[in-house]
């Protein structure tokens, strides 16, 4: 990519969008420390633009795309209870990626909480499948060539240590060209997982998704780790800032690496940044999901009974931001690439673009 210095439109584009995602909406100060760190490690260059570019690199027609999300929030009620940070994400990207790349996005979560990521799915028009479903497909006789085929493979990943080997080699021999992980609270180096104010979960309870990122980096995938709070899969590439600079630090330090850290206000958001980015690499503003859409993710996932991270309430609030505030930023986004893309046109409502 062009430095910096130089910048291109689609740096541009780029500097802009992670200015966007990582303002501190929260007003707690984490996101400063967080994206910074971030982006130092990245060379200074915008880090939802380097997924995307590098999402753009490896992609081929067809090509598998692993995105991981989702975590027990509340587990000593019930596994079942997500939270609205993450399958939001998760479903919107997958859906950037079908319509940028021309993948096959895989979708990994707690197998409790299947139910969520396939109703946000739904929401932006995607049809959640299981990989017996994908293979019968793909070999039948009767599949038609150039139909478009807007589906994603949805499934409930291993919580048992025992399992994860199988599990992972069964994900891996997709050969999937990268994997990213939303919102996922990362296992720290005594075997826990922790809320972002230090508190520990149920480890019997999470998906054991670090081990699988683990297996897929020793194999050359590239790997994004996407958080908000200093305790997600992925920021134990900033491990000694968090240690010195974020309360709890030594508490919910994760120790697995990814290849690239995407910090973001919400994680959802840096999503919804590489989205933007993949927009305008390919040109295609379609490729970002529209504020309406935005909407739509956000009342699906509340129906299957998420919560806000924040309040606990089953409510259409994301990290207790209201849903306004949440299609408001794809608004800003979808502004930031039309603009980018066409500085002389006056900016357009993404649903007419």
Not at 25 to 47: Q, Y
Not at 103 to 125: D, F, R, Y
Not at 170 to 185: D, K, T
Not at 279 to 306: F, K, M, S, Y
Request: proline share 5%; with cysteine.
């Amino acid at each position: 990519m062009t430095k910096t210095k130089n910048l291109s439109t689609v740096q541009k584009i780029g500097v802009a969008v992670d200015r966007l995602v990582s303002v501190d909406l929260s007003a707690r100060g984490f996101i400063t420390v967080l994206h910074e760190e971030a982006s130092k490690l990245n060379g200074g260059e915008p880090l939802c633009l380097t997924a995307a570019y590098e999402l753009e690199r490896r992609a081929k027609p067809g090509g598998h795309l692993v995105i991981a999300t989702g975590l027990p929030i509340r587990g000593w009620l019930t596994p079942e209870m997500a939270e609205n940070d993450g399958p939001i994400g998760a479903a919107a990207l997958a859906r950037a990626a079908y319509l940028a790349l021309k993948s096959v996005p895989i979708l990994l979560c707690e197998a409790q909480q299947v139910h969520v990521l396939k109703a946000c799915l739904q929401a932006v028009g995607m049809t959640p499948v299981t990989f017996e479903q994908f293979d019968a497909a793909t070999t039948s006789k009767w599949a038609v060539a150039g139909r478009d085929l807007p589906i994603a493979i949805v499934r409930g990943f291993t919580a048992d240590l025992q399992e994860v080997e199988a599990e992972a080699s069964m994900i891996l021999a997709r050969n999937p060209f990268a994997m990213i992980s939303i919102e996922r609270q990362g296992r720290t180096d005594r075997g826990t997982y922790h809320y972002g104010r230090g508190e520990e979960n149920i480890p019997s309870l999470m998906a054991k998704i670090d081990e699988l990122f683990e297996r897929a980096a020793e194999r050359g995938v590239f790997t994004v780790g996407i958080g908000d709070g200093g305790n997600e899969l992925g920021m134990a590439n900033i491990a000694p800032v968090i240690r010195e600079k974020l309360p709890f630090g030594d508490k919910i330090v994760p120790n697995a690496k990814v290849s690239l850290l995407v910090a973001a206000s919400v994680s959802n958001f840096g999503a919804y940044g590489i989205e933007a980015c993949l927009a305008a690499l390919t040109g295609n503003q379609a490729v970002l999901h529209t504020p309406a859409q935005e909407l739509a993710l956000i009342d699906a996932c509340v129906r299957t009974g998420a919560v806000d991270g924040v309040t606990g309430f089953v409510e259409p609030y994301v990290d207790a931001l209201p849903a306004e505030v949440c299609s408001g930023i794809t608004w800003m986004l979808h502004a930031i690439v039309k603009n980018g893309l066409t500085p002389s046109r006056i900016f357009m409502a993404p649903e007419a673009v």
